[in-house]
């Protein structure tokens, strides 16, 4: 079993940064990735960034390259994610995933962003 807790989102204007955390605990060494996804009514899920804890390797939707950032900290069980240039098209409920390597998933409570002036 793996625990995620999100914290980080709010009411932020176009233009604007949050950074976004997800803290991990419970079964740890078993995630193989881990990931950001979002969510707005109506649409289904879609991912925003992974990375692999070990390896750091990174990978991000095309919309969101260049101005959102993923990151872990190991020691501290945390991954983040960091997003600048905010659109009000990046308006969506934000989840953390941890996958383990024998593909169960994992997923935080969620966290409202929302890109307003």
């Known amino acids: 079993q793996v625990q995620l807790v999100e914290s980080g989102g709010g009411l932020v204007q176009p233009g604007g940064s949050l950074t976004l955390s997800c803290v991990a605990s419970?079964?740890?060494?078993?995630?193989?990735?881990m990931g950001w996804y979002r969510q707005v009514p109506g649409k289904q899920r879609e991912v925003v960034a992974t990375i692999t804890p070990r390896g750091g390797r990174t990978d991000y939707a095309d919309s969101v390259k260049g101005r959102f950032t993923i990151s872990r900290d190991n020691a501290k069980n945390t991954f983040y994610l960091q997003m600048n240039s905010l659109k009000p098209g990046d308006t969506a409920v934000y989840y953390c995933?941890?996958?383990?390597?024998?593909?169960?998933?994992?997923w935080g409570q969620g966290t409202q962003i929302t890109v307003s002036s």
């Open positions: 995933r941890a996958r383990t390597a024998s593909l169960l998933d994992y």
């Open positions: 419970g079964s740890i060494f078993s995630i193989y990735v």
